[in-house]
């Protein structure tokens, strides 16, 4: 369980929906695709599958390590994540693993991005930071 307070992502961008009005950005599945949980400290697509073709940006707000609770399977040819560290905006790093994810130190003012193609679709994901570095 992450060893912070403060909200660690805010989802800035989803497809297919994003009907949040809140500035905090959405905080359930009737509001996006992918959204925060537990005060901000995880993101996820929820509960069930992923769906097709969605996409999600995140807001890093603060710096730690990723955390990925229960299965993360992703579409090798399909499905991935992009990591922006910081304020660059080039050279995004691909993470399309559980390895490359989990225990992946992030930034504050860094993004993620997550896309899924339109083929198959797996099981949902939470993820979250945890301030303390990894074992």
């Known amino acids: 369980s992450p060893a912070t307070t403060g909200q660690m992502f805010k989802v800035t ?3 297919p929906q994003f009907r949040c009005a809140s ?19 995880c993101f996820t697509t ?12 995140i807001a890093v707000q603060q710096p730690g ?3 990925i609770a229960g299965n993360l399977q992703l579409e090798p040819s399909g ?8 304020s660059t905006t080039s050279n995004a790093t691909m993470l399309n693993s559980f390895t490359t994810l989990h225990h ?8 993620l991005s997550w896309q899924s ?9 939470v993820i979250c930071v ?5 074992l």
């Open 65 to 67: 390590f990723l955390s």
């Open 13 to 15: 961008a989803a497809v």
């Open 23 to 41: 500035g905090a950005g959405p905080t359930s599945e009737a509001e996006a695709t992918c959204f925060t949980t537990t005060s901000g400290m």
């Open 104 to 111: 992946l130190a992030v930034e504050a003012g860094s993004t």
């Open 117 to 125: 193609n339109a083929a198959i679709v797996n099981e949902g994901f």
């Open 46 to 57: 929820g509960n069930g599958n992923h769906g097709n073709n969605e996409r999600c940006t």
């Open 130 to 134: 945890s301030v303390i570095a990894p």
């Open 79 to 86: 499905d991935y994540f992009r990591l922006w560290n910081s």
